[in-house]
């Protein structure tokens, strides 16, 4: 498989994910807002879900099953269903 093929297989895979660079992260696949706080962001991704937590967190846009945040992010957490 080339790297183009493999890429465009990785987006297309509903599942959780997540961008982070310097103090934005993109979430990927989002169905569901669970927690929105200062310090934390929870969100269900269909059977799992991602947790970021940290300082000043900010959701700054919400759309099309895609969130982007910014703060001083600490720490990222995949959790829920392995099936």
Do not use: H, W
Request: aromatic share 8%.
């Amino acid at each position: 498989m080339f790297i183009k093929d493999e890429l465009i297989y990785d987006f297309s895979i509903n599942m959780p994910r997540i961008l982070v660079g310097g103090k934005t992260a993109i979430l990927d696949n989002v169905k569901k807002i669970v927690l929105i706080s200062n310090n934390n962001v929870v969100v269900s991704c269909g059977r799992k879900y991602i947790s970021v937590t940290g300082r000043d967190l900010i959701v700054r846009q919400l759309a099309e099953e895609r969130m982007l945040i910014s703060g001083n992010i600490d720490n990222i957490e995949f959790y829920g269903s392995g099936e």
